[in-house]
């Protein structure tokens, strides 16, 4: 029932922005947390930048300063606004959300994936 839709990836020089998109839809009763991973070929899956329903956020030092998430007004939407590129952002980036469905215990659920490329 629940799904995370992400949009915004595509290709960008170094020094670009990007904004990546996420929308929670379904039985959703409660987010407790949504945020950004990411994975780069040969390499292990990531945190980036995370927001708590409190509006807490924590983000990867790597990235720490140049990307920013935040929510939409009903909370069921994250973005991430990636500014000053560089290659070693190019990975798959991935939407997470720690929520809870109706009638059910939280858990964690994972978007489809989006690919951020970031050319020199």
């Known amino acids: 029932q629940v799904q995370l839709v992400e949009s915004g990836g595509g290709l960008v020089q170094a020094g670009g922005s990007l904004r990546l998109s996420c929308l929670a839809s379904?039985?959703?009763?409660?987010?407790?947390?949504m945020g950004w991973y990411r994975q780069a070929p040969g390499k292990q899956r990531e945190l980036v930048a995370t927001v708590t329903s409190g509006g807490s956020t924590h983000y990867a030092d790597s990235v720490q300063g140049r990307f920013t998430i935040s929510t939409g007004n009903g909370k069921n939407t994250v973005f991430l606004q990636m500014n000053s590129l560089k290659p070693e952002d190019t990975a798959v980036y991935y939407c997470?959300?720690?929520?809870?469905?109706?009638?059910?215990?939280?858990?964690?659920?994972w978007g489809q994936g989006t690919q951020v490329t970031v050319s020199s």
């Open positions: 379904g039985s959703i009763f409660r987010i407790n947390a």
């Open positions: 997470n959300a720690d929520l809870q469905s109706r009638g059910a215990w939280s858990n964690n659920y």
